[in-house]
């Protein structure tokens, strides 16, 4: 059993299962306090206008398939010029403490305190869920570099909080996402940065990604859908 079916195509050249015997199942998201509204201090609200200060955010832990490098390069090339600023808000923390079991962590502290990055980011969290909540209520657009995911759920989230999204090109994401994202190449700072550009400066766009994700998260299965194919598959397996 699997949250997607990305994942379980990566997984049957190595593991060996029948067909009939292999599930996606995927996981739920709690949507209550997560849908789209206006918070206090925040103007304008998620997807309806982007001001001299853009604000990203990019939620998870941190770990090395998390293409931190890939996000901080870009937001180095977004704040080059005089015009528009983009400020990053992210849990994804090279100096959390559990961070120092990566070989990246060093890397991407030295390249956080650098000072065309520095100014521009923010590490904040981990976070209970009222602060994840107002973390998403705050951002104007949501940000996903990650290489490898079993599911994705910040990408859940960001789209029951109708937020517009910028998320690397891969399998699950996608799966994930659908059409409620702008997808960058995954190592290429320069078109994560180009596609964020785009989504700053268009608000059609905004708007047309932030409605699909929260239509997306609303049709999605819930945690008691899950929780109910997770016991169906359990007698299944007992009675086999």
Not at 74 to 100: E, Q, S, Y
């Amino acid at each position: 059993m699997t949250p997607t079916q990305a994942l379980l195509d990566d997984l049957r050249p190595a593991v060996k299962v029948d067909l009939h015997k292999a599930l996606v199942n995927p996981y739920g998201v709690a949507e209550e306090g997560f849908s789209p509204q206006p918070v206090e201090g925040a103007t304008p609200a998620p997807g309806e206008g982007c001001g001299p200060v853009v604000r990203l955010v990019y939620v998870s832990l941190y770990a090395e398939h998390k293409n931190l490098a890939t996000l901080l390069e870009a937001i180095r090339l977004l704040n080059r010029d005089g015009g528009r600023k983009f400020l990053l808000k992210t849990t994804v923390n090279p100096a959390w403490k559990d961070a120092a079991w990566t070989t990246t962590y060093r890397d991407d502290l030295a390249l956080a305190g650098q000072p065309g990055v520095a100014p521009w980011v923010e590490f904040v969290g981990p976070f209970d869920r009222a602060e994840a909540l107002r973390l998403y209520r705050g951002a104007d657009i949501f940000v996903f570099p990650s290489l490898v995911e079993s599911f994705g759920h910040p990408l859940a989230e960001a789209m029951a909080a109708g937020l517009p999204i910028a998320a690397a090109d891969t399998p699950v994401n996608r799966e994930v996402c659908g059409s409620a994202a702008e997808y960058f190449e995954p190592f290429s700072p320069e078109d994560l940065a180009s596609k964020v550009t785009r989504l700053a400066s268009d608000r059609a766009l905004r708007q047309r990604l932030g409605l699909a994700g929260s239509r997306r998260a609303a049709a999605a299965p819930g945690w008691d859908a899950h929780v109910r194919r997770v016991l169906e598959a359990a007698k299944l397996g007992a009675a086999s």
